[in-house]
């Protein structure tokens, strides 16, 4: 069983920063061998792909929206993987999740395990 949970969430104003972290674990999860990735789920919408890190960190990818605001890093040691959000905007609102990545699909990844709790952010304008 894979565990994922997140938090740093919160009330933030626009133009304002956030900094989420996930820690992951599991008996069998080898979290230093896995992709890894942000999604969020706005109220009403469907749940979407926010940031991509490959096992070693040196690999990144965006979603257009977040696109030079957000940087998605990850510490293996601790296993956990962080997002930093600056410039937040009142549209960045939403649940966000983190998960390992299925194989495939690098643009538009899939989550591989049952979704944790998330944690809610929240922009004000």
């Known amino acids: 069983q894979v565990q994922l949970v997140e938090s740093g969430g919160g009330l933030v104003q626009a133009g304002g920063s956030k900094r989420l972290s996930c820690l992951a674990s599991?008996?069998?999860?080898?979290?230093?061998?896995?992709?890894m990735g942000w999604f969020r789920q706005a109220p009403g919408k469907e749940r979407e792909f926010v940031a991509r890190?490959?096992?070693?960190?040196?690999?990144?990818f965006y979603a257009d929206s977040v696109k030079g605001r957000f940087t998605i890093s990850r510490n293996n040691a601790k296993n956990t993987v962080y997002l930093q959000m600056n410039s937040l905007k009142p549209e960045d609102t939403a649940v966000y999740f983190c998960?390992?990545?299925?194989?495939?699909?690098?643009?538009?990844?899939?989550?591989?395990?049952?979704w944790g709790q998330g944690t809610q952010v929240t922009v004000s304008s």
């Open positions: 890190i490959d096992w070693s960190g040196s690999d990144t």
């Open positions: 998960n390992a990545l299925r194989p495939g699909n690098y643009y538009n990844p899939q989550g591989l395990y049952f």
């Open positions: 599991g008996l069998t999860f080898f979290f230093g061998n896995a992709a």
